[in-house]
C-alpha cells in the first residue's frame, strides 16, 4: 500500500510543483497522507472488529473505529491541560525571565522541568486510565525477563 501511496505521490507532486510550486508539493504531500490516512482506517476497523464494538455493530461506521481507538476523555484532558501549562510555562517563566534580563540557561531549565512534570502526570495517567496500554507493558517487561 505504502508503494502504491508512494508511486502516485511520485507522479503527481511534479505537475503540482511546476504549476503551483511550494504549495503544489505540500498539496502532493497531503493527497498522499489522505490516502494514508484512508488506508489506515480501515486496517484499524478490521483490527478493532473484536468485542464489544463488533457486537454493537458500531465498528461498521468510521465514528465507531474513531471511539474505539480514541483515549479515555480525561487522558485527552491531560494533554490538553499539558499543552496549555507548557504555552503559558513558555510565555510566563521562559520568555518572562529573558525579558526581565534573567539568564536564559535558567530560565530554559525551569521551563523544561515543567514540561518533564507534564510529561510524568500525563503518562501517569495514561497508565492508570488505558488498561490496554498497562496489561501491554506488563506483558512487554514479562517477556524481557524471560
Known amino acids: 500500500v505504502h508503494a502504491v501511496v508512494g508511486g502516485i505521490f511520485a507522479l503527481i507532486a511534479p505537475g503540482l510543483v511546476r504549476t503551483h510550486g511550494a504549495v503544489g508539493l505540500v498539496a502532493a504531500n497531503c493527497i498522499a497522507m489522505g490516502m494514508r490516512s484512508i488506508y489506515s482506517l480501515s486496517y484499524a476497523r478490521g483490527y478493532f472488529a473484536r468485542g464489544y464494538f463488533a457486537k454493537a455493530r458500531m465498528i461498521n461506521s468510521i465514528m465507531g473505529t474513531l471511539v474505539r481507538i ?62 490496554d496500554i498497562r496489561s501491554a507493558l506488563f506483558r512487554l517487561i514479562k517477556r524481557k525477563r524471560d
Open 70 to 131: 480514541m483515549p479515555h476523555a480525561m487522558v485527552l484532558g491531560a494533554f490538553g491541560a499539558s499543552f496549555v501549562i507548557t504555552r503559558s510555562s513558555r510565555d510566563y517563566i521562559y520568555d518572562a525571565q529573558i525579558a526581565a534580563g534573567g539568564s536564559w540557561i535558567v530560565a530554559g531549565l525551569e521551563h523544561i522541568c515543567v514540561g518533564v512534570l507534564c510529561v510524568i502526570a500525563t503518562a501517569a495517567l495514561s497508565l492508570w486510565m488505558e488498561r
